[in-house]
């Protein structure tokens, strides 16, 4: 028997602090400013008043600040995740978009044109990043026999979960980039099938931070 669809609500982690910016921190870890810390407890209190029945999250500090703290008012326990851990950057992680224009010029140009073939080095490819998040979602969506779910994580990852479920091609997709704590809400069945829920907010962050 085929289990019922879950509603999923994919949150962005709050804004970084100012020395990560113009950085392609990625699946690193990268602190949170103070703004951003206050607005992940505030935004986790928000969430509570409708509390969900699992709330998973990324293994990352950024993302676990606001998903430990949505548990705890929930009466819920956070489940790390690794696989919705932000897009692993290799050789780029930590550099500035300057010094990686300087050591190769045209890199990042590459790279939003053929995110597939022109990933950083040693980092994740598009296919890599999709294969780990779509097969992590659809085991969470199908143990959660129809329930309510809340998914911390990071811009890339929630990218290729909408770039799944709306048919985008993956060029157009890094132009669809949600805001720090961004909402996405989705209704997903477990064979990776589903529907958004109300509108898509559109980023693109300096340097495609995650």
Do not use: N
């Not at 962005?12 to 602090?17: K, L, N, S």
């Not at 590459?110 to 097969?135: F, I, N």
């Not at 979602?137 to 909408?162: E, F, K, T």
């Not at 961004?182 to 340097?207: K, Y």
Request: glycine share 10%; with cysteine.
């Amino acid at each position: 028997m085929t289990s019922p669809p879950a509603h999923v609500r994919f949150v962005r982690h709050g804004e970084v602090a100012d020395k990560h910016c113009g950085t392609f921190y990625g699946g690193a870890e990268a602190d949170l400013s103070e703004h951003g810390h206050a607005e992940s407890l505030r935004l986790a209190a928000l969430l509570a008043a409708d509390p969900p029945d699992r709330v998973l999250t990324s293994p990352l500090s950024r993302a676990r600040i606001l998903a430990e703290e949505l548990a705890r008012l929930s009466g819920r326990q956070a489940e790390i995740v690794h696989a919705f851990r932000e897009l692993d950057r290799g050789d780029w992680t930590h550099k500035e978009r300057r010094l990686i224009e300087e050591e190769s010029p045209g890199a990042i140009a590459r790279y939003m044109a053929d995110p597939e073939g022109a990933a950083a080095p040693g980092g994740e490819t598009e296919s890599e990043l999709c294969d780990r998040v779509w097969s992590a979602l659809d085991l969470a969506v199908a143990h959660a026999s129809g329930g309510r779910l809340v998914v911390v994580s990071h811009a890339h990852v929630i990218r290729v979960v909408m770039r799944r479920v709306l048919g985008w091609e993956a060029c157009e997709s890094l132009h669809r980039f949600v805001p720090y704590h961004a909402v996405v809400e989705m209704e997903l069945a477990p064979d990776g099938s589903g529907r958004l829920l109300g509108d898509v907010a559109g980023e693109l962050p300096e340097a495609l931070r995650g």
